[in-house]
């Protein structure tokens, strides 16, 4: 994938290709303070000034080229920001830098010159913890209203305290019509907060010149609703596992629930019994396919407009899906059906009946997505809308920290679920599905193709499944009742859920629950890859770029 | 133009078909799976006040009264804080505690939706579906329970 | 014999006072405006549903009324009874005087339109002429509103308007001539007569010479033409509710929404009516009474647009204008050059 010489990448890897963390260190020199053991990864601690260097030594040099997410926390003597690095062409290689910052004075340097990702990403960190970049281009609130007093995350703040922020405090919209100066012939509008095509309260202030975008910024925040806290006052063993099924509406919710049961098996270490992988493997899956399908329909909302035939026959396809998890979970859009360490109920009985419904569903899938082909790949007129239009450079993608179809539509061959296996994914047949196009139209193709994927995953699921033998049907581990690990055990772990990779942080601190939780949203890095795409572009091809990226806000402000 | 075509022959063959999949509720109640958690039924005859469901409740919607010897007084449920993730079934010990499959209920107020025992106690099954065809582990405990309808006004 | 003959006729009046006359001719404009306005009724609220919902799998309406036929009343109640909202800072003349522009100028076109069983309110000898005129002047009511609005999804709406209907006017205009080189009028009943022949016989069925038969490609141009100049799908760019909001249309409620609304379909059934008119014979058909065949071909053309509306996507502007000036335009051309040609040869 990249255009740098060979050999330059084997920098601070074993012979056996595994990462070579004492060789690390010494390429970064002076800069380390220490070293620390997560259980996903090493990570240096280093001076918060030298952050760019240490940064961009581990991309340029080892190869890190994936800032994958950055979690801020405060400990009782300390501020502490964590960026998590890992590299595109081989996910298992992690690294972690830790920054402490002092708590009188906590600034530390700011990576996003070297990564683009971290603009938001420290933004956040600003806004919920109060750590200070030095460097950053614009430092301002991202979830919170600029109006907010202290940072919600932070210790010493009163959570007690409510905070409202009335309509005159708020920024008038009204005022400030010129972005660029004063002469200039450009317009903002507000596209959003509640705009047909943002799919949620999603707020982007487009600089029109005429009909093509100036300048885009999305603004995010409206629907922050304390997920990370919230997971924070939860239980691991119970009360966590419902929350993740709210940052996705779209009907990944299994997706995300994995995310957690994943990174909290590893925390706890808990091994899931195969059947339970099966399962859970193929419920995933049609969690997929759900959030793929509603993402091509409300795509075709995006460019045909009104809610007309397409959008309903995707929303009549994922019907059929729906009632196959209902049955199998309970609920058709709020599963809340994986356990650590496992699943919560076995297949439904008659299994043969659920089974047949799979298949059906399965069988008739090519003719449906012949119909979608139809409507929208092959027409001619979505052709002209969307081949050529929201283009997203490859290494712009890695430099915003692109996951899920947004990264595969162009053209990075990267998926978590092949290059860090975790479920069944690994003893099953299928392909990562990549388009070089970095178009919307690719990124289309690319949701319809792994719908195809998704199937065949599901089809040999079932196979499994049948042929299982009936007394090794263990659908969970024996997991204690109250889960409380060592204290200051952190681990950072990630799945490819519907809309990008999902990744998980948890520190504990020795009670039974996290002592801090964060979420890395893989709509939260795609949507920042928005004025990348739109800028120069028709404000229709601003409202398509959108709606390919297939953000869903609940993960964005989580 | 073969693909513009190809498009609104697509559409033209679902209008002919005449396949509909709308459900015209309420004439025509939809079928729910025996999973489906819907609102939150709770039988003081077998509960034992161990207060897990209160504990194990992610977001404080059930509230349980006690006296001084641990008696149970009160079982307060606020159905519209409930998530309905089947946590408190879960957990309870002594089966005190099931999800209908009833999605029917409405309030004027959200004060309305704070349920006590009694009104948990007459939550109608769905459909009058049989509580043994309800979901695992077997229910039939719960059978004869519950005919009452509940006064929604 | 227009319809204003007939009443004057029937009322005793003399034709040929002006005073007299005029009103013999407002109560047949009345008579027309009220039959095309029963046909919006229906077509708006009632059969857009259920033709929308047949081809997305669903039912729509049922439950007022038999069929659900009913809706129309409700929604009329509905709507009339919704507050008018009026937005600070609207120009007010202007946006008020909008609704009625683009209502109004398409049932001024059902004046000349010849509906057969002598339903005609009007037939000047520059008919057509009067036809794409008058239609047209609902551009002037698109950017009146918005620009008036004073809302820039409106504002960004009522330019795509205009530029989409100077783009899709001329090749209007021009495929309409090539059928005035055959019939030589621009007199609407005369554009009726000229397509009573017979153009072949294939199986002991005769075609007639409708020129939607004898120049099948100026037919295809005029429809994807008047499509864009209805503002239908793929070509609905100034209302584009994905894009911007609704275009237009944005700060319009209550009333001043139900003319908007009322305009958008009355443009739609006078667009069918100009294609019946001066493609599809008129109210030429057999056995059934002219009217009911006018009423057919109209409700066909609507039928087009929404099976459009269901299945294609929509054109971005700068597109939609290269359409118009770079393809449409000249093929428009062509189809004149040639039909002047053949017209010139053969006749």
Redesign the interface.
Known sequence: MSLEEPGTRDVGLTKAGEVNYDELEALLGDAVLGRETHLNAEAFVIRPDAVQDTLSTLKEEAGFDFLNCVTAQEYQDRYETIYHMTKYDDRTQEVGVVVPTSKDDPVSESAEPVFRTADWHEREAYDLVGIEYADHPDLRRILLPETWQGHPLSMDYDQTKPQIVTLRENKNPLQEDQRLNDDSDTMLLNIGPHHPATHGVLHVEATLDGEQVADVEPDIGYIHRCEEQMCQQGTYRHQIMPYPDRWDWGGAGLLNEWAYARTAEELADIDVPEYAQVVRTMSAELSRILSHMLAVAAYALDTIGDFTATFMYGMQDREVVQNILEDLTGQRLMFNYFRLGGVAWDLPEPREEFFEKIRAFIDDLPEKLEEYHNLLTSNEIMQVRTVDTGYLDPEVAKNYGATGPVARGSGIDYDVRRDDPYGYYDKLDWDVVTEDGGDNYARLLVRLQEVEESAKIINQCVDLLEDWPEEDRTIQANVPRTIKPEPDTEVYKSVEAAKGELGIYIRSDGTDSPARFKIRGGSFSNLQTLPEMAEGEYIADLIASLGSLDTIMGEVDR | ????L???????K??LDG????V?YPEEAPE??????GVHKFSQERCIWCRQCEN????DTIQIVTDDQRNGEEYNLHIGQC?????CE??CPVDAILLTQNFEFTADTKDELAYNKEQLKNVPWYKDIDPLES??PDRGAWIGEGEGELDYQ | MTLSDTIAGLLGLNANDPLQFFLAAIIASAIVGTFMLVNVAIAGPWAKRKITAAFTDRIAVNRIGPFGLMVIVADAVRLLSKELIVPEEVDRPAWDLAPLVIAGSALFGFAVIPMGNGIQVADPEAGLAYVFAVASLASLGLVMAGYASNNKYSMLGGLRAVAQNLAYEIPLVLTGVSVVIFAGTLQMSEIVAAQTGTLATIAGIPIPSWYAFVNPFAFVLFLVANLAEVGRNPFDTPEAPTEIVAGYQTEYSSVYFVLMYLGEFIHIFLGGAIIATIFLGGPAGPVLPGIVWFLIKIWAVFLFTQWARSALPRVRIDQLIEIGWKGMLVLSFANLILTAIIVGVVV
Request: one cysteine or more; glycine letters at 2%; a positive charge.
């Open positions: 133009m073969i693909g513009l190809k498009s609104m022959a697509t559409t033209m679902h209008a396949e509909t999949f709308t015209e729910v799976s025996p999973r489906f958690r194990v409740c992610p977001n998530i309905y993730c089947r946590l879960e957990v979901r695992e």
